[in-house]
């Protein structure tokens, strides 16, 4: 009597959703205020948590949060203040002392000792240890104990950025849980020293941490004000923002400029557009490897491109909230960065029209762009040359396969974002783009010869004359058009205070309720 | 009746080992696997001790039985992206997503079968154009459109469901109603069609004749016979949104083996899409071999 039983059961069933979709009415609020829970979502998870085995912002983030790193650059005044160590001094430019502070536990438990940050920079410098950040660790040759709270790195190569290097993208690790439980265990069960310790992980779906109650008094970062704090991993846009309306996320980010338009309008809700330190830019094929006598080995052909765009248009009506016009290929702010003295481009499509004319192309050409994020900025370039006769395909692709292609060869102009891993030195654009590495498409000696010497020197002064130099002949040549500072959009319940910085780290540990 | 079962599994065992070999090749197909595996920055060396450590030097039949060997015992390698077991994520993940669609298609059915009935019942009026209506609707609509419409009622509006996640059973209402009305209308014109065919026939006649309450006819002599046919085609859609369910899962955030899938599909994270591709079609097949079965069983007639 299969009808009977599947009338029944259809009934129970039916009476049962009925009663869900009753019950359903009442349902607690999990986040916010009342519980003291700050929860942020963001799109992707890290495939790793140790913070040494993912490349993703959202990874950053929560490295931040839960570990400490050996020094600390204060985000308002750019200074590199005690943190894990309370000295360091340098031996010379290849060998670098430093002091540990004392009394600092991991969440485990187990002390600080100078063991654990020799363990944490000699493992993640071994292939074994499959890092995906190397070059933010191979400027180092190895690390010893040399004392009851003293360690030694030494260096590869004079590397005036390496305090900028241990103030944000090194954290410690301890040495004798990670040599228990291996890299498995340590992903599954993270531990640090910072303000928030992880107290469960669920793959695909959330981190959740609490204050570290016992975190060291007179860190420069401070106890976490907020509780528990919880990371959540939601991949629909809309969905974020539905969460955030609804009250079940206190806290979004890279909110499009339309949608944070629209949630202006609730007064439940704080938005804040601040700039990055993630800039946008095209690179040319300088070579011409992508296709058979490219025009953009012409270099009248590259200033006409540069011509061609109206950035500050793009930023006024695309990017806005606290963009800025790039002129030299890095972030202004970070060290080494300049503008002054370094050719710019100017809005001026007559002006192109006529290099182009003046290059041989006066009916312009084809070409092809590809990029893989912002498919509106892409789009806007891709306009702006339409309308001086350069006709631009767009490939639109993921991140692996774009950069798969131009280092290649095979794309002509990439649409380019690089935001420095919050770096706040040069030497973590320029030189990944322009000194000779699979990534340059120019490989100008000049150019490469320039920023050597400005990563390798320990003079500041020389520093700057060289990365200056380099900046120069790199806008010169139009070897790349620098677009403009990324903004970001944050969207959170209004009860929080939370302040945004350009290395897009958000420091929830700074973050309180409003009383 | 047996000889029919025992063709019929000797088939989907077929199509198991087919399915297996073709999600064994996705692997291969896109480029040299242990460059994968390694990483942008690995060496040559590096690499070639990946290649070691996985067995990818050995010959392709080689791999695949050993592959396939491991498969048998639910061993499915570890994923490239993820420090785990295949077997422990596409585990993990699982149960939201069979939850996902067992709600879902209860739903489907609740709506579909009794509209479908009401709708041959009183063919041709308003109700049956309604019914119509509906059901067209719901193949026109996107999934992920009316998902977030749902969300834009339920719970910005009115504030009576979460928006997304799988926290409670509460989490899985809007998303089980949206995936449950893609397969409404199928189930609802099947069920209507049925209905008109057994309504006209001979029997049912007869039940008028005597007098018995329209009630009594539909449920008892309508249904019954018309529900046939529902049964195949609900374990087919059944089927159909375990593999669906991606753009559900990523709208309301449920991590389950659709996301989990579209993911590793962006991350080139093989051994994952592999499983689960496999896993997806093990039970497609086996639903499919049970409702025929079960047809067979109610059905003399599709025996032969």
């Known amino acids: 009597m299969p009808t009977r039983i599947e009338a029944g059961r259809i009934c129970k069933a039916g009476a049962l959703l009925a009663g869900l979709l009753l019950a359903g009415v009442a349902g607690p609020a999990l986040a916010g205020k009342a519980n003291d829970t700050l929860v942020y979502a963001s799109d992707s998870e890290p495939e790793n948590l140790s913070p040494y085995h993912n490349n993703l912002r959202e990874g950053v983030i929560l490295a931040r949060n839960v570990w400490d790193t050996l020094l600390y650059r204060d985000p308002a005044t750019g200074q590199h203040q005690p943190m894990l160590a309370t000295a360091w001094t340098w031996v010379d430019p290849v060998t670098l002392d430093l002091t540990l502070r004392d009394g600092v536990t991991f969440h485990n438990g187990d002390p600080l000792t100078p063991e654990d940050v020799a363990f944490t920079f000699n493992y993640v410098l071994t292939p074994e240890a499959k890092i995906v950040t190397k070059g933010n660790v191979d400027w180092m040759k190895s690390t010893e104990v040399t004392g009851p709270n003293t360690v030694r790195i030494h260096l590869k190569a004079p590397f005036p950025a390496a305090l ?36 469960s992980v669920e793959s695909g779906r959330s981190v959740k941490m609490v204050r570290n109650e016992k ?64 800039v946008g830019y095209l690179q040319f094929d300088v070579q011409g490897r992508a296709q058979d006598n490219s025009p953009l080995k012409d270099v009248r052909v590259r200033q006409a491109i540069a011509h061609a765009i109206d950035r500050k248009a793009m930023v006024d009506n695309l990017a806005r909230g606290g963009a800025r016009v790039m002129n030299a290929l890095c972030f202004v702010e970070q060290f080494g960065c300049t503008d002054e003295g370094v050719p710019t481009y100017a809005y001026d499509p007559a002006k192109a029209r006529a290099l182009l004319k003046e290059a041989g192309y006066p009916n312009g050409f084809e070409i092809d762009l590809s990029a893989y994020r912002e498919r509106d900025y892409a789009e806007a370039v891709i306009g702006y040359l339409r309308a001086v006769g ?96 990324y903004p970001s959009n944050y969207a959170f319940s209004a009860d929080l205070t939370f302040t945004a910085q350009t290395d897009e780290v958000p420091r929830f540990y700074a973050a309180s309720w409003k009383k | 009746m047996l000889g029919f079962a025992l063709r019929r599994i000797l088939v ?109 019942f009183y063919r041709d009026t308003w109700l049956d154009r309604a019914a119509l209506a509906i059901s067209v609707l719901g193949q026109a609509m996107p999934s992920f459109w009316f998902g977030l419409t749902l969300i834009l009622i339920f719970s910005v509006n009115l504030r009576w469901l979460p928006v997304s996640g799988n926290a409670t059973w509460k989490h899985f209402i809007l998303p089980a109603v949206a995936l449950g009305y893609y397969a409404m209308p199928a189930v609802m014109r099947l069920t209507r069609n049925g209905m008109l065919e057994v309504l006209s026939s001979d029997y049912v006649r007869t039940a008028r004749a005597k007098g018995l309450p329209p009630r009594k006819i539909l449920i008892r002599h309508g249904l019954r016979n018309a529900v046939i046919p529902v049964i195949a085609l609900a374990a087919v859609q059944f089927g159909f949104m375990l593999g669906g369910s991606i753009v559900i899962e990523a709208v309301f955030s449920l991590q389950g083996l659709g996301q989990l ?42 025996r032969s």
């Open chain 1, 164 to 199: 900028e290097y241990l103030s944000g993208p090194t954290p410690i690790l301890p040495a004798a849980y990670f040599k228990k439980v291996g890299l498995d265990g340590f992903s599954k069960a993270p531990v640090g020293t910072g303000p928030y310790r992880i107290v």
């Open chain 1, 215 to 278: 975190y060291w008094p007179g860190s420069p970062v401070g106890k976490a004000r907020i509780g528990k704090l919880e990371f959540r991993i939601i991949p629909d846009a809309d969905s974020r923002m539905a969460e955030l309306m609804t009250g079940g996320v206190d806290w979004i980010w890279r909110v499009p400029t339309d949608q944070a338009d629209q949630l202006k309008r609730d007064p439940t809700l704080t938005v804040v557009s601040a700039e990055t330190m993630r």
């Open chain 1, 390 to 485: 350069i006709r631009a395909k767009l490939n639109y692709l993921r991140y692996a396969a774009f950069r798969d292609a131009l280092r290649a060869g095979k794309t002509s102009i990439g649409y380019q974002t690089w935001g420095s891993f919050s770096i706040n030195d040069v030497s973590a654009f320029t030189g990944i783009y322009f000194r000779g590495g699979e990534e340059d498409l120019a490989r100008d000696p000049t150019v490469i010869a320039a920023l050597q010497a400005g990563d390798t020197s320990t003079d500041p002064a020389t520093r700057k004359a060289k990365y200056k130099e380099a900046l120069t002949r790199i806008a010169a040549q139009a070897y790349a058009l620098p677009m403009f500072s």
């Open chain 2, 12 to 120: 989907a065992v077929g199509v198991a080992l087919t399915v297996s070999v073709a999600s064994f090749m996705l692997l291969h197909l896109s480029g040299d696997l242990a460059t994968a595996i390694a990483g942008p920055e690995a060496t040559g060396e590096q690499i070639a001790a990946v290649r070691a450590q996985h067995g990818l030097d050995q010959p392709l039949v080689v791999q695949f039985a050993a592959w396939a060997w491991r498969a048998l015992h639910f061993d499915f390698g570890r994923s490239f992206y993820f420090p785990e077991q295949v077997t422990d994520l596409v585990a993990a993940r699982m149960p939201v997503t069979l939850t996902l669609g067992v709600i879902a298609l209860a739903v489907a059915l609740l709506v579909a079968i009794p509209l479908g009935v009401l709708a041959a």
């Open chain 2, 261 to 302: 899938a579209w993911e590793s599909i962006a991350r080139n994270d093989f051994p994952v899409v592999q499983a689960i591709v496999l896993v997806l079609a093990m039970i497609y097949i086996g639903l499919t071999l049970a409702a025929d079965l079960l047809n067979a069983l109610l059905d003399p007639r599709l």
